[in-house]
């Protein structure tokens, strides 16, 4: 109970003084702009040159940030699944290989940050940036987030496969070691089905999620080939969006080129997402200046349907309504109907 009311009087005094919680990450005001991030993660499959060509393509396309998955093999899968096992190895690239990776993103303009998949590439992934992802698959894993915390890096958290009590246990274990947690949490709405049905998205989950937690940001995780879901899911407010990218998903037999935009479509893809934020970016109750300088055009004003001559009244028979609205408009017209007319008016002109 005590723990309730002191969150429940924190929730008042945010309602009471309209606190705005505004995290920033490379710069970004999550408030005003949108951060969009493409997830190379092990699209590259273990070759460098593939990671170079993904990169360029991302420095090309509007980006902001690329993301990695670093790994140490032995405390990331087990051997029981031999296959799967030989398979990530393959694909890893080296410490060395990242660090590379790294200069090379600065050297083109985009940001770099990482998922550290065990605890101890944690130190890697905080060398590239202020803020690291967290995989859905490590929401409760706090050993990672610990250590996350200790080096004072924001987290970006997906949520995929999480309940609502999970999610719910993590952030109050972050807010014990972060006392601010607004500025160092962002939660990612997240489908963990590879790839994600358009039907299964669930993109109504980021507007609950947005009133259930009013002071982190929150965002949405992709894993849908539809570049719907990820427009939607923008429309709906998200301010952080993940998308896996490929430089050429044809002829790929890895399951995460099949969810990736490629060369083929990220630069447009890009563009809307840019484009949808911005039109609803802004919002007010009534018309702004700019409209209400045309209304009187767009209006109907009252105007001769006949020759009217002066002294003659008014009626419903002598006059009908076209554009603008300059004098009279259509809600005057009781004013108009009985009296006497002060001047003569021409068939089609505007009685004023």
Known sequence: WPVLIAQLAWFMHWKKFNVEFVMKI???????????????????????????????????????????????????????????????????LSDNDYVFLHKEAKRLGINVLATPLTEDKVKLASSFGEVIKVASGDLNFYPTIDSILKNNKKIILSTGNASLKEIDKTIKH??????????????????SIYPTPIKKTNIQKIPFLKKKYPY??????????????????????????EIHITNDRRNKKFRDHELSFDKNNLKNLVKSIKLVQQSIYNFIK??????????????????????????????????????????????????????KSKKNFKTGFLIK
Request: hydrophobic letters at 35%; aromatic letters at 8%; one cysteine or more.
């Open 26 to 92: 490379f710069n970004k005001d999550l408030d005003k702009e949108i951060l969009i991030i493409g997830e190379i993660g092990l699209n590259h499959e273990g070759n460098l040159k593939e990671a170079l060509k993904i990169l360029k393509l991302a420095a090309t396309s509007g980006l902001d940030a690329v993301k990695f998955q670093l790994y140490n093999i032995d405390k990331y899968q087990s051997k029981n699944d031999i296959k799967r096992y030989k398979r990530l190895n393959n694909f890893n």
């Open 174 to 191: 972050i807010k014990r070691k972060k006392k601010n947690i607004s500025n160092y949490l962002a939660l990612l709405h997240c489908v």
């Open 216 to 241: 982190l940001t929150i965002g949405y995780s992709n894993h849908c080939s539809e570049k719907e879901a990820i427009l939607s899911a923008v429309a709906l407010g998200a301010k952080v969006v």
């Open 286 to 339: 009534n018309p702004e200046k700019e409209q209400l300088s045309k209304k009187k055009n767009m209006r109907k004003g009252i105007v001769a349907l006949r020759e009217i001559k002066k002294g003659e009244k008014f009626t419903k028979k002598n006059i009908h309504f076209a554009r603008p609205s300059q004098y009279f408009q259509f809600s005057d017209i009781k004013k108009l109907i009985g009296k």
